[in-house]
């Protein structure tokens, strides 16, 4: 059973950077086929795909991200996470991760296929 665990801060100040970590037990985040990703869901409103990295360590990110968020990993400890920078208010959401699996298509024109989800965690942005 594979399990994911977002940690990290529950508020952080405006213009600072923001660091989540996702623990995963239960698999491996190098196996082959599989992508890792950051989703979050603000106040109110839907989920927002953030970026994934998959499991040779390549990144991809959403668009109006991209600028500031990046991915990252650590192999052994079976963690990747997620900085964002310059967090403004409207960054406060619940943080998710996630799991994916590999369909072979291009990652941006694929169909999201998300089979584990971590509980979310959530962060606030506020001075």
């Known amino acids: 059973q594979v399990q994911l665990q977002e940690s990290g801060p529950g508020l952080v100040k405006p213009s600072q950077t923001l660091f989540l970590t996702c623990t995963v037990s239960?698999?491996?985040?190098?196996?082959?086929?599989?992508?890792w990703s950051w989703i979050r869901q603000p106040p109110g409103k839907g989920l927002e795909w953030l970026g994934a990295m998959s499991w040779t360590g390549a990144t991809y990110y959403s668009p109006t991200l991209e600028s500031r968020a990046s991915i990252s990993r650590d192999t052994s400890k079976s963690q990747f996470t997620l900085q964002l920078n310059s967090v403004t208010p409207e960054d406060t959401a619940v943080y998710i991760c996630?799991?994916?699996?590999?369909?072979?298509?291009?990652?941006?024109?694929?169909?999201?296929?998300?089979?584990?989800w971590g509980p979310g965690t959530q962060v606030t942005v506020s001075s």
């Open positions: 996630a799991r994916e699996k590999y369909t072979g298509r291009n990652y941006y024109t694929a169909t999201r296929n998300y089979d584990y």
């Open positions: 239960g698999g491996s985040i190098t196996r082959g086929d599989y992508y």
